[in-house]
Nanobody, 123 residues
Framework: QVKPVESGGGLVQTGGSLRLTCTASGRTFGSYSVGWFRQAPGKARYFIAAITSTGASTHYSDSVKDRFTISRDNAKNTMYLQMNSLKPEDTALYYC????????????????WGQGTQVTVSS
């Protein structure tokens, strides 16, 4: 099994940056594609970005493309989400999750989920 744990969330002003980290236990982390989702209060969970097991390919939602960058370091069992030019609408609880189906934006196709880290962007 893989148990992801997110960190790095916080309060930032509009236009600021944050880097989220997803660290996973389990020796098979490097075998999975990994994705980031977010969920704002009263709204559905929303796909943000994904990266293949090797890090060779990435996929982003249109809402964050050119502002967010996903990367990973399998030697550290860690995946990152660098978030720049943050907007108030980016405020949400951010989750990382693993999947064997790279590119899917469907949350149900992700197997292991973290507990989330809160990102709040003030205007």
């Amino acid at each position: 099994q893989v148990k992801p744990v997110e960190s790095g969330g916080g309060l930032v002003q509009t236009g600021g940056s944050l880097r989220l980290t997803c660290t996973a236990s389990g020796r098979t982390f490097g075998s999975y594609s990994v994705g980031w989702f977010r969920q704002a209060p009263g709204k559905a969970r929303y796909f943000i970005a994904a990266i293949t097991s090797t890090g060779a390919s990435t996929h982003y939602s249109d809402s964050v493309k050119d502002r967010f960058t996903i990367s990973r370091d399998n030697a550290k069992n860690t995946m990152y989400l660098q978030m720049n030019s943050l907007k108030p609408e980016d405020t949400a609880l951010y989750y990382c999750a693993t999947t064997t189906r790279f590119g899917t934006v469907v949350g149900d196709e992700y197997d292991y989920w973290g507990q989330g880290t809160q990102v709040t962007v003030s205007s």
